[in-house]
Each structure stands twice: as structure tokens, then as C-alpha cells.
């Protein structure tokens, strides 16, 4: 069965600085990998995609993310971290059917 | 705006009550999905609909029951409610319904069981 683990449940770093978001997955075939962003009170919004293309991913608002089958890992970058980043991130794995969903990890962004 | 819309946006409620919620999707999209977000169980599918016929079932609870309507609108229905059904309940759209489709989330609707 597929599954995801978000390596940290907060991330903090200051305006201006980069954004690493560390995210692992167990699948027993090439998986499809998502990065959905949740800001207060509002829906979850796709941030970008994998689906067996080019590894290296970019996404919405200077975000990027790398998939490494080697290291089980799609951690998701940003050089840069702006104010409006603040939210939470859920790094998404696809199943037979379903999307199957870390836990989340929250995002702050210090002035 | 995903332009999908939910109804609605907070729902009060008594333990062993029933409501229903309702979610139209983004224009074009032929798949509706509902999910559940609470503190200890964090996102869980629940039921995904395709043109009106049901395509997949996640953790829904025996409780709970949802259709797709024609104008391809879908509603969740949750019965018997007990507290620990309180949690923001989302809908998502798809143009065709396949796992790799990005799916475009309404706002949810909070639910909270007294």
C-alpha cells in the first residue's frame, strides 16, 4: 500500500531565506506525487505534480520539487520564502484510486 | 477562486441529528469528490462520484451516503451524528476522474456536533 510521511510537522525561517519541505513515500510502484497548500481558512490548492515526466517539478509561486525514487523522497523547495507562504503543505501520494495524504506540515514564515 | 462551490460554509448540529452538504463542482468537470479534514485523522478520502455513478470509496463511514445528481451537483449526507463527526468537510472537482487528474477543492463546510 502507498503512504507518505512528512518529516516535520512545523517549518520556520525567515523572510528572504529558502524553504526545504521534506516529504517521503512508500509505494510499490512508480507513484504519482502531489504538493497541495492549505492557507488559513481557505481550500487546498495543487502546488505542483509528478507523474513519471522530468524529475525536477515547478510549480505556482516559485516553488519546486524533485523526485528521487533512490531516496523515496519529493521534498519541496522555494529559494526565496515570502510572507503570503505561510500555510500548511501536504505532500499527497496517488493509490490505485485515492489520494492518500501526509499529515501536513505548517509553514511560518518569520518577518 | 477554484470556482468550486460548497454549501454550507458552517453547519451546527445535535449528536444523532442529520444534515446534508452540498457541493457543485468547477464547470466541465465530470468528477466530484468529498473528503473529511479533522485534528486526529488529518485528510481522508472518503467517496469519489463520476458522471453520476459512484467510481471509489475511501474511509466513509456506513453513516454517511452521497450522490451525483444529473447537473452533476453532488450532496453528502451524514446521519446519526456523534461528536466525533466534527471536522471540515471538503469537496474537490476533476475534469475526468483519474487518479493523476488535478482535483480543484472548494472552501469546505465546517461541521461541528454538539
Known amino acids: 500500500a502507498q503512504s507518505v510521511t512528512q518529516l516535520d510537522s512545523h517549518v520556520s525561517v525567515s523572510e528572504g531565506t529558502p524553504v526545504l519541505l521534506r516529504c517521503n513515500y512508500s509505494?510499490?510502484?512508480?507513484?504519482?506525487l502531489f504538493w497541495y497548500v492549505q492557507h488559513p481558512n481557505k481550500g487546498l490548492q495543487l502546488l505542483l505534480k509528478y507523474t513519471s515526466a522530468a524529475t525536477l517539478v515547478k510549480g505556482i509561486n516559485g516553488f519546486e520539487a524533485e523526485f528521487k525514487k533512490s531516496e523515496t523522497s519529493f521534498h519541496l523547495t522555494k529559494p526565496s520564502a515570502h510572507m503570503s507562504d505561510a500555510a500548511e503543505y501536504f505532500c499527497v501520494v496517488s493509490d490505485d484510486y485515492q489520494l492518500i495524504w501526509g499529515a501536513g506540515t505548517k509553514l511560518i514564515i518569520k518577518p | 477562486d477554484s470556482g468550486v462551490t460548497q454549501t454550507p460554509k458552517h453547519l451546527i448540529t445535535a449528536t444523532g441529528q442529520r444534515v446534508t452538504l452540498r457541493c457543485s463542482p468547477r464547470?466541465?468537470?465530470?468528477?466530484v469528490y468529498w473528503y473529511q479534514q479533522s485534528l486526529d485523522q488529518g485528510l481522508q478520502f472518503l467517496i469519489q462520484?463520476?458522471?453520476?455513478?459512484?467510481?471509489a470509496k475511501g474511509n466513509i463511514l456506513e453513516r454517511f451516503s452521497a450522490q451525483q445528481f444529473p447537473d452533476l451537483h453532488s450532496e453528502l449526507n451524514l446521519s446519526s451524528l456523534e461528536l466525533g463527526d466534527s471536522a471540515l468537510y471538503f469537496c474537490?472537482?476533476?475534469?475526468?476522474?483519474?487518479?493523476?487528474?488535478?482535483?480543484?477543492f472548494g472552501p469546505g463546510t465546517r461541521l461541528t456536533v454538539l
Open positions: 462520484y463520476y458522471n453520476g455513478e459512484e467510481r
Open positions: 464547470s466541465g468537470d465530470l468528477s
Open positions: 509505494s510499490s510502484y512508480s507513484p504519482s
Open positions: 474537490a472537482s476533476s475534469v475526468a476522474g483519474r487518479v493523476t487528474d488535478t482535483q480543484y
